[in-house]
């Protein structure tokens, strides 16, 4: 299976971290998040021929070997699902695995997508709200909804909470197309949608193909997953000896 990691924002917010690199070249620990995911993957059994990287913000920085680069040159007006359309040869040929590269997560994770049958799913994490506690004051004021039914189907997701009930996993920025899902795709973003498709979101994409009445699969893990957004992440997670 190929893999796609979506790698083309600045990460401003991580604020001297990424003062002169692209988001996944932050190193906590000295090592970086890019590298760090293509280990993952890889221990997960993806070959590192089937990697390929969506690139932006200073493209030149990427060094890594074996993989294919995919590039988006309007990466600073553009959002994350943009950017995944620069693979989009690959996506509509087989299926694809699709991670952030501002994550930290378990192989593991990884290999319940791989071995789904599904056409479209994604990971959600279930140790969400004590790892947002540690993040932030109130994690109401950042979360997103995420409902699923008793069978995994997703119901929901995306949208502003009113309750923790309306949350029932972290969407993990891990996911998985195949040729059919990607039509899915292609016919969802030709309806009227909250954005743009130059500033669509992946949750508001994935709420806009439910609306489409098209399956998603949301599979529960409870397995490693860390997400860096800001510079407090960073020391968040190392006070609590997490990276």
Known sequence: MKAIILAAGRGSRLGEWTKDRPK??????GWTL???CLDTLELAGVQREEIGIVTGYRSDMFTAEKVTYFHNP??????????LTKAQEWLEREPCLVCYSDIVFAPEAARLLID???PLAVTSYTGYWELWEKRMGNPLEDLETFRASPDGLLLEIGRKP????DIQGQFMGLLRFT???WRWVQETIRRPLPKTVNK????????????QGYPILSISTDSLWLEFDSGQDIEVYQREGLV
Do not use: H
Not at 74 to 83: A, I, L, Q
């Open 34 to 36: 890019l590298d760090r």
């Open 24 to 29: 996944c070249m932050c190193a906590p620990a």
């Open 162 to 165: 009113v309750r923790r009930e």
């Open 200 to 211: 669509l979101d992946m949750t508001t994409l994935l709420q806009g193909i439910l609306e």
């Open 74 to 83: 309007d990466w600073e007006n553009t959002n994350m699902f943009y950017s």
């Open 116 to 118: 789904c049958a599904e």
């Open 179 to 181: 040729p059919e899902s």
